[in-house]
């Protein structure tokens, strides 16, 4: 695991631990709140939850709150006809002040399914910099609940799993490397609920 690094935090510093963080991905029934999920951590206390995931939120609109139930990040999905023409999806993370979207944090690239062939979903910070055309990466499968968020360098932010007999698509285990922003890490994986619960694959 190596020693505790600072990492610049996505969304804030409040939500980045000195420590290992174990989270448990509980995904609730479509009919609330467009569908989503609840992230508990060790202790069973709810520390996140999304709205908009799954094929009742579609639209593209997800809401990440913390534990208190206030909104932290307003994920979009860019729409238009520029966006129907790209062979990527687009997503746009923004902090929120008083529950509207203010600044632009990141965005998250989805490849378009093209004769069956897949690329990786890559994320970009804002503001971008010279030279960089992402700086992180899920590798693995979301779907199978078997995938990582690296950063550039190859290294592990968050490990996406199963553990446990309960354990499966709708309740799953994220572990979140220590230094790394908890809700950066639980937006991305908002997005890839959203993106496998509202279009098939190849």
Not at 31 to 51: H, K, L, Y
């Amino acid at each position: 695991m190596g020693a505790y690094t600072t990492i610049a935090p996505v969304v804030s510093k409040i939500f980045c631990s000195s420590s290992q963080a174990v989270l448990m991905v509980r995904r609730r029934p479509p009919t609330v709140n467009g569908g989503g999920f609840v992230v508990t951590d060790q202790d069973q206390r709810a520390v996140f939850s999304v709205d908009g995931c799954g094929i009742i939120g579609a639209s593209g609109q997800l809401i990440v709150r913390d534990g208190d139930g206030n909104a932290i990040l307003f994920i979009h999905k860019k729409g238009g006809i520029v966006q129907a023409l790209s062979v990527s999806n687009w997503w746009r993370g923004y902090l929120t002040d008083y529950g509207e979207p203010s600044k632009l944090v990141f965005s998250l690239q989805d490849p378009k399914p093209v004769l069956c062939m897949k690329g990786d979903v890559q994320v970009t910070l804002e503001p971008k910099g010279r030279n960089r055309h992402w700086d992180y990466e899920v590798t693995g499968s979301f779907v199978q609940r078997s995938c990582a968020i690296k950063n550039r360098a190859g290294h592990v932010a968050a490990q996406i799993g199963v553990k446990g007999m309960l354990a499966g698509r709708d309740f799953y285990q994220v572990v979140v490397q220590p230094g790394y922003d908890q809700a950066f890490v639980v937006g991305v994986i908002a997005i890839l609920d959203n993106i496998h619960g509202e279009s098939t694959r190849c």
